[in-house]
């Protein structure tokens, strides 16, 4: 029991010192109002972070309340979306703006549950969004939290189940300054990872993405970006525009409208 609370110790003294020396400076981190916070946790989903620097920047902008983007239409806030990918993610933002706006009073849920509860909010990103907020001490697991447990306590191990790794989190989560110290470990899996690669890799919940480059995601991004940007577009407009054939365009169309990103009558269509 002692070695082990002397590992554990150690285990935070490391993540401490290399955060207080390579701290990362975010807009979400200056300022911990909960439409920040859910902003870039939505922005920061399979994304690096640098280019939701960016994003989030124009975005805020644009919406710099809840409630500027519930008045906003789907459309706008793909417009200031696209280029981020993940497409739903834009949607299930804006879909849980309007609840909170409309169905909640404008107040933000406070517990886990009720977060859980909104478009896009699993139980990760539901915690995160506590932690980051309301500096609650939940627990929550991803990718660099991964890298850095996995570094430090299975090495030498090829499938690390995240039970294994909560458990982990648990007994070294900071309960007086979680949100910090869950900054620690986001920053110090970063470097980890520019160090050791995607040691992700060892987890047995881990999938490998498919490419994106030529694939149909990428042709249905490609489709929902020129309606995006042009209101309302013919489907003979978009053959020329996407160079696609009728077969591929038909598809990615159909999968917009299942989606529910577009709408579309007499061959028009347009975002919902």
Do not use: C
């Not at 940007?229 to 077969?247: A, H, W």
Request: net charge neutral.
């Amino acid at each position: 029991m002692i070695e082990n609370k002397i590992m554990l110790d150690a285990f935070k003294k490391t993540v401490w010192d290399y955060y207080h020396s390579h701290f990362r400076s975010m807009p979400w981190r200056s300022d911990t109002n909960p439409y920040y916070v859910m902003v870039s946790e939505l922005m920061l989903q399979q994304t690096q972070v640098q280019r939701v620097l960016v994003k989030f920047d124009e975005f805020i902008q644009r919406f710099p309340t809840i409630e500027d983007l519930a008045k906003a239409t789907l459309s706008e806030v793909l417009e200031t979306w696209i280029g981020l990918g993940y497409n739903r993610r834009a949607k299930f933002l804006k879909q849980s703006a309007d609840i909170i706006v409309n169905d909640l009073q404008g107040q933000f849920p406070k517990t886990l549950v009720d977060w859980i509860k909104l478009p896009g909010f699993g139980k990760n990103t539901a915690s995160a969004v506590l932690v980051y907020s309301q500096n609650e001490p939940l627990l929550f697991i991803e990718t660099n939290i991964r890298t850095v447990f996995i570094h430090h306590f299975f090495g030498n191990e090829l499938s690390v189940h995240d039970t294994d790794i909560e458990a982990l989190v648990r007994s070294t989560v900071d309960t007086e300054n979680p949100r910090e110290w869950y900054w620690a470990l986001m920053d110090y899996g970063t470097y980890l990872k520019k160090e050791h690669g995607n040691l992700s890799r060892k987890s047995s919940s881990y999938a490998t993405q498919s490419k994106f480059e030529g694939s149909f995601r990428q042709k249905r991004a490609k489709v929902l970006k020129e309606i995006v940007n042009r209101k309302v577009v013919s489907f003979d407009e978009l053959l020329q525009i996407t160079n696609y054939s009728s077969e591929i365009l038909t598809s990615a169309i159909e999968k917009l409208v299942e989606e529910k990103f577009i709408a579309g009558e007499r061959g028009q269509y347009w975002v919902l």
